[in-house]
């Protein structure tokens, strides 16, 4: 839909408050924004279990984002609150128990829907470096936002890791020896 109210720099919150596009709240609904494609792309292409644990990840981080989004003189619909992050644990654990977790640094790429995940996770980093601002600045003030986000990248890791799964157990063919068979350097 296009509304032009947007052509003078500025956008709306959730309720009356016009902002410049340039606010930091606006800038941290853009990485969450962000974060909510990356996870579209994951979805797209990851397995099933793990696709719909993705959309379910992405309608909580639409309503993150209602609450970041909400002006001062309204309450938001939506809170994190600790019920929240506790349930990002339980889900963390449950995913660890079925996920193989590599005792070394992961070099994103060997499966397409664990790397757009991946990427999704780096955003949420990003978010959650921009939401720590915001609560610094007392712009935000709900303390639950930060643990929230940071058990979001903790779940986007594993389950990542658990959509990698089965990749993990094949042999991987050494690049060098592949190119070296098709007369490449």
């Known amino acids: ?84 992050v506790a349930e990002l644990d339980e889900r963390i654990a449950t995913l660890k128990a079925k996920a193989t977790i590599p005792a070394r640094f992961i070099v994103p790429g060997d499966d397409a829907a664990a790397a757009a995940i991946d990427l999704g996770r780096t955003i949420i980093r990003r978010a959650e470096r921009g939401a720590a601002r915001l609560l610094e600045d007392g712009v935000v003030t709900n303390r639950e936002l930060l643990p929230y986000l940071n058990r979001l990248s903790d779940a986007l890791f594993v389950l990542a890791r658990f959509q990698e799964g089965k990749a993990k157990t094949l042999a991987r063919p050494d690049p060098r020896r592949r190119s070296a068979s098709r007369g490449r350097p």
């Open 1 to 84: 839909m296009t509304t032009r109210t947007g052509d003078d720099g500025t956008t709306s919150l959730y309720g009356k408050e016009r902002v410049p596009k340039y606010d930091a709240r606006i800038a941290l609904l853009g990485d969450l924004d962000e974060a909510q494609s990356a996870l579209g792309l994951a979805r797209a292409g990851a397995k099933r279990p793990v696709a719909a644990e993705l959309l379910a990840l992405q309608r909580e981080l639409y309503e993150v984002m209602a609450e970041v989004g909400t002006s001062p003189e309204r309450d938001p619909a939506f809170r994190v609150d600790a019920r929240k």
